[in-house]
């Protein structure tokens, strides 16, 4: 069955970089796109971005361009999200998510959330 | 900020209908698809609809989504007690270069 697994938590101070990982198994990675989904506490969802597991293109929210990097590694299956100079409003849940090619929005699969704490 | 409006709160008594609409505009909703998606308390969440109005396979029927124009619905006939929980609509925005636009998020309370 199709797993999207992610890394645990993180504790970071202000300033500093985070990078989460999502492992996927049960389908063939480079077949689907992996985008990042966070939310913070107590609020909705923000899509951050997206990238094909194929070829490697990304694309950012316009508000993290600069601050964010998406990576994959198809020889682990798996997917990373770094996040630099973290802010205290970068507190939140981050999730990544299967995507079909060409099917903007459609997340079929979940991993299960990283939270990620930005505190002095 | 959301591009995608949606109201804060819905109810209904178990078995009764309920309908949360997403306004949108000509960039995002009325040019793309619209999906929706289901969040329990503490968990990730769960894709209900797609491309408007398909239902992934294990997602019962008592879900339906339409969409007219800018706008989109998610209706919940039959509520049931384990459909308390936060909805929200998406669709891809063509401006700004593109991206995926979340509705700001509907919690369904069972009473």
């Known amino acids: 069955q199709v797993q999207l697994v992610q890394s645990g938590a993180e504790v970071k101070k202000p300033g500093a970089s985070v990078k989460v990982s999502c492992k996927a198994s049960g389908y063939t990675f480079t077949s689907y796109g992996i985008s990042w989904v966070r939310q913070a506490p107590g609020q909705g969802l923000e899509w951050m971005g997206w990238i094909s597991a194929y070829n490697g293109n990304t694309n950012y929210a316009q508000k993290l361009q600069g601050r964010v990097t998406m990576t994959t590694d198809t020889s682990t299956s798996t997917a990373y999200m770094e996040l630099r100079s973290l802010r205290s409003d970068d507190t939140a849940v981050y999730y990544c998510?299967?995507?079909?090619?060409?099917?903007?929005?459609?997340?079929?699969?979940w991993g299960q959330g990283t939270l990620v704490t930005v505190s002095s | 900020q959301s591009v995608l409006t949606q109201p804060p709160s819905a109810s209904g008594t178990p078995g009764q209908r309920v309908t949360i609409s997403c306004s949108g505009s000509?960039?995002?909703?009325?040019?793309?698809?619209v999906y929706w998606y289901q969040q329990l308390p503490g968990t990730a969440p769960k894709l209900l609809i797609y491309?408007?109005?398909q239902r992934p396979s294990g997602v019962p029927d008592r879900f339906s989504g339409s969409k007219s124009g800018t706008s989109a619905s998610l209706a919940i006939s039959g509520l049931r007690s384990e459909d308390e929980a936060d909805y929200y609509c998406a669709a891809w925005d063509d401006s700004l270069s593109g991206r995926l636009g979340f509705g700001t998020g509907t919690k369904v309370t069972v009473l």
């Open positions: 491309r408007n109005n």
């Open positions: 000509s960039s995002n909703i009325g040019s793309n698809y």
């Open positions: 998510a299967r995507e079909d090619y060409g099917a903007k929005g459609d997340f079929d699969y």
